[in-house]
Nanobody
Framework: QVQLVESGGGLVQAGGSLRLSCVASGSIFSINVMGWYRRQAPGNQREAVATLTPGIGPWYADSVKGRFTTSRDNANNSLYLQMNSLKPEDTAVYYC???????????????WGQGTQVTVSS
């Protein structure tokens, strides 16, 4: 069974910083793409924030470029999102995902965490 667990969310003032963490655990053979999505309000669609693909590098949404940085610790199946210069419009539930395989023979599936709330006050 595979789990992705996010942590590091909270309440911060505009201009402040937060660092989100995501750890994947369980029966994992390999992880390809990992990344972050967010949902800014209930009922809204999740939007991609940042992804990190081995051999290709990071991708960022225009709204966070220059402010957010994502990184990975492959040895510990972990993903991080450093968020600087936060704005009230960054307020959202942030979700981690990973496209991973549970065995050599299995296809790759996307697994998601439960999300962590980030609230930026003005």
């Amino acid at each position: 069974q595979v789990q992705l667990v996010e942590s590091g969310g909270g309440l911060v003032q505009a201009g402040g910083s937060l660092r989100l963490s995501c750890v994947a655990s369980g029966s994992i053979f390999s992880i390809n793409v990992m990344g972050w999505y967010r949902r800014q309000a209930p009922g809204n669609q999740r939007e991609a924030v940042a992804t990190l693909t081995p051999g290709i590098g990071p991708w960022y949404a225009d709204s966070v470029k220059g402010r957010f940085t994502t990184s990975r610790d492959n040895a510990n199946n972990s993903l991080y999102l450093q968020m600087n210069s936060l704005k009230p419009e960054d307020t959202a539930v942030y979700y981690c995902f990973g496209n991973l395989r549970v065995s050599r023979a299995s296809p790759s599936y996307a697994y998601w965490g439960q999300g962590t709330q980030v609230t930026v006050s003005s």
